[in-house]
């Protein structure tokens, strides 16, 4: 086992690196445009401040759709617009262009729920307070829900990691990727083992840090 590790040690550190570029990536994206995305889902669901049916239906739909897609169907579909926006449709930059979008539609639906428990005399008393929309977001829709956010956040970043795995198919790389081609395709059990190993302490201490976090900041 040594001898293997030693062996492919250059080209496991650069699949760890391959997979942090895309979540990191898949982690900003779901933070800039996921996070509004489902503050304005929820704002224009009936009965909320910014109550608007049309871009409610149209956001909703664009959602459902892109979480609906089969991830792996969904990197094939997305190749012409990858090209697109890189400028080639192969490669780590490239793999990032579909995590994003499904990391935008996955963490935007967690962002709805999470707000959607928010107690709503929490909205009418800071409504009756004269608080602007803008301040009612951020001074307490959020602060009432970030423990919600953060947990949230936390189950897309495991959803990212896993979804990285797929990314091979477009020549991504990753560690996923590593453990296919090097581990199962060459039939060397131990070194597939090894890198799933590595795959299960991320997602372990990912869930920890989160859960930490959470726990620190819910006041409730």
């Known amino acids: 086992m040594p001898e293997i590790l030693a062996q492919y040690e250059t080209q496991i550190w650069q699949s760890i690196g391959e997979t942090f570029v895309m979540v990191g990536v898949s982690i900003l994206a779901a933070v800039l445009v996921g996070l509004p995305a489902g503050t304005l889902l929820f704002l224009c669901r009936k009965g909320q401040l910014l109550e608007n049916t049309v871009i409610f239906s149209i956001l909703n739909l664009l959602v459902n759709i892109i979480r609906s897609f089969p991830f792996l169907l969904l990197v094939v579909f997305l190749i012409p617009f990858t090209r697109l ?13 579909p995590l994003s979008i499904i990391a935008i539609a996955h963490y935007s639906r967690l962002v709805e729920q999470s707000l959607l428990d928010v107690p709503r005399g929490v909205i009418e008393a800071a409504v009756s307070m004269g608080a602007s929309v803008k301040e009612v977001i951020f001074k307490f829709i959020y602060v009432e829900a970030r423990s919600g956010l953060v947990l949230g956040l936390t189950t897309s970043i495991i959803s990212f990691i896993s979804y990285s795995t797929i990314m091979g198919v477009v020549g991504g790389g990753g560690i996923g990727d590593f453990a296919i081609r090097y581990g199962y395709q ?25 859960t930490t976090v959470s726990r620190m900041i819910d006041k409730r």
């Open 85 to 97: 926006v890189i400028g080639t449709a192969i490669g780590t930059a490239a793999a990032t262009i």
């Open 186 to 210: 060459q039939f060397k059990t131990e070194l597939m083992i090894y890198v799933i190993v590595i795959m299960v302490i991320l997602v372990q201490l990912v869930q920890f840090i989160g």
